[in-house]
């Protein structure tokens, strides 16, 4: 077997169904799960009836390209969302459509690392598991930037010593962060940008979370944004994940794309051929009237909001926090170790939430994600208050 294989960490829900095993709830309270960030929101029907009409299509082999009209599609939604030159997105040389941003995300690090150089990769701690499973199969050494309340809950990228730059060949970023909810801004991003130039890597930056956000007036910035804003319009060394899982309510489509830089888009299509991951042609078809369509993305956030207002309501006379600037996640403190807090929030109230140590490694000393939880706001609004609730009454318990 491949050796890489056993450094792979367990699952945060297989850490979680370990530690709660024992417990047993009070039945006399429903359940309400917060600990998995899987959207829940109705999926637009227009979405669905197009995978109907489109199933047909299932008697041809798709292209690992995509068709022309999705990534036309695609184009014109990443220009407008964020105000890229006209023109600058070619749909033949900068987007590709993947299935899903978790497969990419892992497949674009098997893609770019060499491994003959002692390679490493650099990403966000807490964290979006694949980013580090991704490092570890390609063959390099994972790099956390702590994200804590010292750095904004953004990646500290001063205190990295110089020879950990010279060996970074790639960096995860993800704004709006997961679980941190936290947008980097665009000064932010280029002195990124200029780190990546001066230090020769690629940065992935993972921004399926960036249309759900509190502020209809101000979505967040991507990386492409920053880079076509300081004039860099070949994108190069940028390359952005996007998905409907979260934007349309569409997780089951496995459905999102990359764009960026043509070079390396050339160079993931080229891996993509062999690694076998075509996107179906039904899934083709909904995607493109997806991402041509903005009304259902607003209501989207609108039913976010009010949950968010709502549970902060709640909690916050008992509680010190507030809402995030994008996701749909509360990275809540906890008076207790993040463990205990959740193992007895579970039996005391029916509630799960994921211990933030679990999604987290300790890095420079500390685990950022300790006496942390995280609560995925995707759960109806009525469940969502009755979850409040119940860990308001917990808190105070405590
Ligand atoms: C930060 C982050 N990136 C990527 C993904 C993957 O989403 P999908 O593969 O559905 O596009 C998730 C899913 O939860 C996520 O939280």
Redo the contacts with the bound molecule.
């Keep these: 077997m491949n050796p890489d294989l056993s450094q792979l960490q367990p699952y945060p829900f297989e850490r979680l169904s370990a530690l709660t095993r024992d417990i047993e709830p009070p039945p006399a309270l429903t359940p309400v799960v917060l600990s998995i ?2 959207p829940k929101h109705a999926t637009p029907a227009f979405i669905t009836e197009e995978v109907i009409t489109h199933l047909h299509g299932l008697s041809q082999y798709p292209t690992t390209r995509g068709g022309t009209a999705l990534r036309e599609a695609i184009s014109a939604w990443l220009t407008r969302r964020f105000r890229l030159p006209a023109g600058s997105i070619d749909p033949d040389r900068h987007v590709l459509p ?8 892992f497949a674009f690090a098997q893609c770019v690392i060499d491994r003959s150089t002692s390679p490493l990769v650099m990403m966000p701690n807490p ?2 598991q ?1 980013y580090e499973g991704a490092a570890l199969l390609a063959g390099a050494q994972p790099w956390f930037l702590n994200t804590v309340a010292a750095s904004g809950y953004l990646p500290d990228f001063n205190g990295v010593p110089e020879d950990v730059w010279s060996r970074c060949q790639l960096l995860y970023l ?1 704004s709006p ?2 679980p941190t909810g936290t947008v980097q801004d665009i000064p932010g991003l280029q002195s990124l940008l200029e780190l990546a130039d001066r230090h020769d890597f690629v940065i992935a930056a ?1 921004e ?2 960036s249309e759900i956000y509190p502020d209809e007036t101000a979505p967040p910035p991507g990386l492409l944004q920053a880079a076509a804003a300081m004039g860099r319009e070949d994108y190069r060394r940028c390359l952005v ?1 996007h ?4 934007r349309s309510n569409a ?1 089951g489509l ?3 794309f990359v764009a960026g830089d043509s070079a390396l888009v050339d160079q993931f299509l080229r891996y993509r051929t062999y690694h076998g991951c075509a996107m179906p042609p039904p899934t083709q078809a909904a995607s493109i009237r997806a991402w041509q369509d903005e009304a259902h993305v607003v209501k989207n956030r609108a039913l976010y909001r009010e949950k968010f207002s709502a549970v902060i309501d709640i909690l916050r006379p008992v509680h010190e926090l507030s809402a995030p600037a994008g ?1 749909f996640y509360l990275w809540l403190k906890t008076p207790v170790d993040d463990c205990e807090f959740a193992r007895n929030l579970l039996a005391r109230q029916n509630v799960t939430v994921l211990p933030g140590s679990y999604l987290s490694r300790t890095a420079h000393g500390i685990n950022p994600g300790q006496d942390r939880v995280r609560m995925a706001l995707v759960a109806p609004l009525e469940e969502c208050i009755e979850a409040a609730q119940r860990i308001k009454s917990y808190i105070l318990s405590l």
């Design positions: 960030g899987e993947v299935n899903g941003t978790r497969e990419a995300l964290f979006y694949i993800c962060g997961n993972d399926c979370y994940f998905s409907l899982s979260k997780p496995r459905s999102g996701g």
